[in-house]
């Protein structure tokens, strides 16, 4: 089976800051794993993925994230904050012969403060 | 119009009222999904169409009928609803087959943000 584990429900950085968003993922074969971002009153947004190629993945507006199997982890980071990163962001795991099976973590929600 | 877009946005709905959702993607994917996003509670998979073939159905009550008459419309039948059913209801779509290089990778819609009174 697996699993995502998101650590903290609400992180609050000053803009600027260091952003790290972690995740724990549980899998018993390989796995794909993705970060979704959620701005206010809209659907979900592919941040980045993993399957497998490089470890450090680069997404987005300037965030990555990299894939340590011995940790089971695949944390998000971005080195400076900026007001326009304030949204609710979802680690996702995913078998990699199906998109049906993806499972998203119960999400984090950024703050950014001036 | 590009990407999935949901109609309506908002919906507000007596728990003897039917009314659908609407779910249609311009992206040319074969596979449309349905979640429901509750407040603090993880993303729930509700349904999954592939090819208009239903491939999941995640023990969702019968309360909730979903339609697919093509790859680019999907559509959720909601009937006799219960206050615990207010949520957001996201439409996605993804290309298929699976374990292809794009496995994982959903296109989400806005939303409906439904209301049961």
């Given at each position: 089976a697996q699993s995502v584990t998101q650590l903290g429900s609400h992180v609050s950085v000053s803009e600027g800051a260091l952003?790290?968003?972690?995740?724990?993922?549980?899998?018993?074969?390989?796995?794909?794993?993705f970060w979704y971002v959620q701005y206010p009153n809209q659907g979900l947004q592919l941040l980045l993925k993993y399957t497998s190629a490089a470890t450090l993945v680069k997404?987005?507006?300037?965030?990555?994230?990299?894939f340590k199997k011995s940790e089971t982890s695949f944390h998000l980071t971005k080195p400076s904050a900026h007001m326009s990163d304030a949204a609710e962001y979802f680690c996702a795991v995913s078998r990699m012969d199906s998109s049906y099976k993806l499972i998203f973590g119960?999400?984090?929600r950024l703050l950014v403060r001036p | 119009e590009t990407g999935v877009t949901q109609t309506p946005r908002h919906l507000v709905m007596g728990m003897t009222n039917k009314k659908?959702?609407?779910?249609?993607?311009?992206?040319?994917?074969?596979?449309?999904?349905?979640?429901?996003?509750?407040a603090k509670k993880p993303l729930e998979l509700m349904f999954v169409y592939s090819l208009e073939e239903r491939v999941e159905n995640n023990s969702v009550p019968s309360r909730f009928s979903p339609e697919c008459p093509?790859?680019?419309?999907?559509?959720?039948?909601?009937h006799t609803l219960q206050p615990e059913d207010s949520a957001l209801y996201l439409c996605a779509?993804?290309?298929?087959?699976?374990?292809?290089?794009?496995?994982?990778?959903?296109?989400?819609?806005?939303?409906?943000?439904?209301?049961?009174?």
């Amino acid at each position: 089976a697996q699993s995502v584990t998101q650590l903290g429900s609400h992180v609050s950085v000053s803009e600027g800051a260091l952003v790290l968003l972690r995740c724990n993922y549980s899998s018993s074969v390989p796995p794909y794993l993705f970060w979704y971002v959620q701005y206010p009153n809209q659907g979900l947004q592919l941040l980045l993925k993993y399957t497998s190629a490089a470890t450090l993945v680069k997404g987005i507006n300037g965030f990555e994230a990299e894939f340590k199997k011995s940790e089971t982890s695949f944390h998000l980071t971005k080195p400076s904050a900026h007001m326009s990163d304030a949204a609710e962001y979802f680690c996702a795991v995913s078998r990699m012969d199906s998109s049906y099976k993806l499972i998203f973590g119960s999400g984090t929600r950024l703050l950014v403060r001036p | 119009e590009t990407g999935v877009t949901q109609t309506p946005r908002h919906l507000v709905m007596g728990m003897t009222n039917k009314k659908s959702l609407k779910c249609e993607q311009h992206l040319g994917h074969n596979a449309m999904y349905w979640y429901k996003q509750s407040a603090k509670k993880p993303l729930e998979l509700m349904f999954v169409y592939s090819l208009e073939e239903r491939v999941e159905n995640n023990s969702v009550p019968s309360r909730f009928s979903p339609e697919c008459p093509n790859s680019s419309h999907l559509f959720l039948h909601l009937h006799t609803l219960q206050p615990e059913d207010s949520a957001l209801y996201l439409c996605a779509s993804s290309q298929e087959p699976a374990g292809g290089p794009n496995t994982g990778e959903l296109f989400f819609g806005e939303g409906s943000r439904l209301t049961v009174l």
